[in-house]
């Protein structure tokens, strides 16, 4: 029983981990496409087309997204190592998790970049330019 709760708890605050990253993600991607519009609007006035904006946008969050995976697959290794040091829990670790919370979070983070992104290639450059 005792295993069972243990299995309940951990499920809970990892569920609210990935909501609270998820949500940091989404606000970094906001923030992000804020700070380009201006240059999108430049490159828009140059001839750039809304499809090339769009792929720029994206390329750089999938290499933010590989950097992050660089950086935290070794992390969570030594993260697991401390915690079965410290605390006496019997379970085995199943390989699957690591990449199913990758994939969602590059699948939700990604398509808050996709929607955002897309809002922001379709506006009218001039509109942006003009603020400036």
């Known amino acids: ?24 993600l989404t606000a970094m991607s ?10 999108i609007a430049v490159r828009k006035v140059f001839g750039s087309d809304s499809r090339s904006e769009m792929l720029r946008l994206m390329k750089f969050s999938s290499a ?23 605390v006496t829990y019997e379970s085995s670790f199943p390989w699957w998790v690591p990449v199913a919370a990758f994939l969602i979070v590059a699948l ?3 398509s808050s970049v996709w929607l955002i992104s897309r809002k922001a290639v379709r506006e009218n ?7 400036e």
């Open 108 to 110: 939700i983070s990604l």
């Open 30 to 39: 906001i923030y992000f496409i804020a700070q380009r519009k201006r240059d």
């Open 64 to 86: 933010s997204l590989a950097v992050s995976l660089l950086i935290g697959l070794p992390l969570m290794y030594i993260g697991i190592q401390q915690i079965d040091k410290i």
């Open 1 to 24: 029983e005792d295993i069972t709760r243990m299995n309940h708890l951990i499920l809970i605050f990892t569920c609210a981990a990935l909501v609270i990253s998820l949500l940091g």
């Open 125 to 131: 450059p001039v509109l942006n330019l003009k603020t």
